[in-house]
């Protein structure tokens, strides 16, 4: 079992920067593949960014060049860079810890990200 929570959302200009966070507790960190993926208003949940256990990472076409993902095993954290916001980056953001070809799936509660002048 994994709890994990966000945090670091909030209202910010477009072309504006902010930092999400997402502390991970009750399992081996380490081990699982953490993503994050939003869900804009009216919208599906969609992937944003990945990093995989041996750091590796992937994004979706959209945040490419903007968001950098990264992760932290000795603090159990993984980390969302947005740089460049636009207004269709309006989304609550979840936090996903996955142990690769498992059915262990762990979602956080979300936290609100508002780009708006």
């Known amino acids: 079992q994994v709890h994990l929570v966000e945090s670091g959302g909030g209202l910010v200009q477009p072309g504006g920067s902010l930092r999400l966070s997402c502390a991970a507790s009750g399992s081996i960190f380490s081990i699982y593949a953490m993503g994050w993926y939003r869900q804009g208003p009216g919208k599906r949940r969609e992937l944003v960014a990945t990093v995989t256990r041996g750091g590796s990472t992937n994004y979706a076409d959209s945040v490419k060049g903007r968001f950098t993902i990264s992760r932290d095993n000795a603090k159990n954290t993984v980390y969302l860079q947005m740089n460049s916001l636009k207004p269709e980056d309006t989304a609550v953001y979840y936090c996903?810890?996955?142990?690769?070809?498992?059915?262990?799936?762990?979602w956080g509660q979300g936290t609100q990200v508002t780009v708006s002048s």
């Open positions: 996903n810890a996955q142990l690769p070809a498992t059915p262990h799936d762990y």
